[in-house]
């Protein structure tokens, strides 16, 4: 069906259509590759580990090079790469137990479960903390945490492997383990030893986060051996006016940038006559997860407020009439109480095709 969709009217070659059929094909090419190769480096790997484990261990007389490779062996190639590769071997042991896959693809998949179960449990250990009503530094924090715990699960369960994303792998992980640190972080000036006991707590999470990190890097590092052309985003220049866009940005997205679109779905100005006078009023009236642009326009004026659009407000545009006609500022700081991860005054969590831009 792909071949007969890349022709259309008198067997004619639709261009569209046959460079999306030659893009899903190279991309199908790409994967079988490089799992073909992974698996190679694996067996590589197993047969080294066990060929020294025969060299200098009686016991593991019954080993040879030759010998199928099992699940645990895979592991323990695998987990090699880690910085804690003990219990990287042990976590994913445990969840493969009636497994037995072989494939780094699976297992890379098995360490990001177990490692979105230890920062599930991670919530309901933070509502054990008796704080003071009065210690609003720490219940600031306290609540920082729960934000950034909830970001960095739901940034593992969007990190399944997917060769044509890997690039984005690296970058997700990396996130979920900043959001652990900046979590501890927050409890900074707080007493009681709350931050002590969670950085215990959280000993399971970021091991086994950094596991699954440098497992991916690894892929990519076989991967950018190979010279793979998987997930190279580039910027691309527009020759209108100078302005740069992304290249994932989409024709609509970059008219409504360039201001050749005009229909707003928010209008905020502090004169009354927008829809709403605060920037955080408009950000709320966006839609959850909306698949389609809400365009906020943002008219003159100098808006006193810490602006916060949390993750599931996909879409958003917002545009003002210049960097120095509309201006956001706040005041917030870690001095005053404010945990410094909250001290931003313009707060986005994990946006989804989101933009802030001032037009000149």
Same mark, same amino acid.
């Given at each position: 069906?792909?071949?007969?969709?890349?022709?259309?009217?008198?067997?004619?070659?639709?261009?569209?259509?046959?460079?999306?059929?030659?893009?899903?094909?190279?991309?199908?090419?790409?994967?079988?590759?490089?799992?073909?190769?992974?698996?190679?480096?694996?067996?590589?790997?197993?047969?080294?580990?066990?060929?020294?484990?025969?060299?200098?261990?009686?016991?593991?007389?019954?080993?040879?090079?030759?010998?199928?490779?099992?699940?645990?062996?895979? *592991?323990?190639?695998?987990?090699?790469?880690?910085?804690?590769?003990?219990?990287?071997?042990?976590?994913?042991?445990?969840?493969?137990?009636?497994?037995?896959?072989?494939?780094?693809?699976?297992?890379?998949?098995?360490?990001?479960?177990?490692?979105?179960?230890?920062?599930?449990?991670?919530?309901?250990?933070?509502?054990?903390?008796?704080?003071?009503?009065?210690?609003?530094?720490?219940?600031?924090?306290?609540?920082?945490?729960?934000?950034?715990?909830?970001?960095?699960?739901?940034?593992?369960?969007?990190?399944?492997?997917?060769?044509?994303? *890997?690039?984005?792998?690296?970058?997700?992980?990396?996130?979920?383990?900043?959001?652990?640190?900046?979590?501890?972080?927050?409890?900074?000036?707080?007493?009681?030893?709350?931050?002590?006991?969670?950085?215990?707590?959280?000993?399971?999470?970021?091991?086994?986060?950094?596991?699954?990190?440098?497992?991916?890097?690894?892929?990519?590092?076989?991967?950018?051996?190979?010279?793979?052309?998987?997930?190279?985003?580039?910027?691309?220049?527009?020759?209108?006016?100078?302005?740069?866009?992304?290249?994932?940005?989409?024709?609509?997205?970059?008219?409504?940038?360039?201001?050749?679109?005009?229909?707003?779905?928010?209008?905020?100005?502090?004169?009354?006559?927008?829809?709403?006078?605060?920037?955080?009023?408009?950000?709320?009236?966006?839609?959850?997860?909306?698949?389609?642009?809400?365009?906020?326009?943002?008219?003159?004026?100098?808006?006193?407020?810490?602006?916060?659009?949390?993750?599931?407000?996909?879409?958003?545009?917002?545009?003002?009439?210049?960097?120095?006609?509309?201006?956001?500022?706040?005041?917030?700081?870690?001095?005053?109480?404010?945990?410094?991860?909250?001290?931003?005054?313009?707060?986005?969590?994990?946006?989804?095709?989101?933009?802030?831009?001032?037009?000149?």
């Amino acid at each position: 069906m792909d071949t007969l969709n890349s022709f259309k009217g008198y067997g004619k070659m639709d261009p569209a259509a046959d460079r999306a059929f030659r893009r899903k094909t190279r991309r199908r090419i790409i994967l079988i590759a490089v799992t073909a190769v992974l698996l190679v480096a694996i067996v590589a790997t197993v047969a080294t580990v066990l060929t020294i484990n025969k060299r200098n261990s009686s016991h593991d007389n019954h080993f040879s090079p030759q010998s199928p490779i099992s699940t645990s062996s895979s *592991i323990r190639a695998v987990c090699s790469v880690t910085r804690y590769p003990n219990s990287c071997y042990d976590s994913i042991s445990a969840a493969s137990a009636n497994s037995t896959a072989v494939n780094p693809a699976a297992l890379f998949n098995l360490s990001l479960s177990v490692a979105s179960r230890a920062l599930s449990k991670l919530p309901s250990f933070l509502s054990t903390f008796n704080i003071p009503a009065a210690d609003k530094r720490l219940q600031a924090a306290v609540q920082d945490c729960r934000d950034l715990i909830d970001d960095a699960i739901d940034r593992l369960n969007e990190s399944a492997l997917d060769f044509g994303k *890997i690039g984005d792998l690296k970058t997700w992980l990396s996130a979920t383990i900043a959001d652990q640190e900046t979590c501890l972080d927050g409890f900074e000036g707080t007493s009681g030893g709350f931050r002590e006991k969670l950085e215990s707590a959280m000993a399971n999470s970021t091991q086994f986060a950094s596991n699954s990190l440098a497992i991916v890097a690894r892929i990519m590092g076989i991967i950018g051996n190979l010279h793979f052309p998987i997930n190279r985003k580039l910027v691309e220049v527009e020759g209108t006016g100078g302005s740069i866009f992304p290249e994932w940005a989409s024709e609509g997205q970059r008219r409504i940038l360039q201001g050749e679109e005009t229909a707003f779905n928010a209008t905020v100005a502090l004169d009354g006559t927008g829809n709403v006078s605060s920037v955080q009023e408009a950000v709320d009236m966006v839609p959850r997860r909306s698949l389609s642009p809400f365009v906020i326009h943002i008219k003159a004026g100098e808006y006193k407020e810490a602006v916060v659009v949390d993750k599931n407000k996909w879409n958003v545009v917002m545009i003002g009439d210049g960097m120095y006609k509309t201006i956001i500022t706040d005041s917030k700081n870690f001095i005053d109480g404010t945990p410094t991860f909250s001290t931003a005054t313009f707060c986005k969590f994990w946006l989804v095709n989101s933009v802030l831009f001032f037009l000149s």
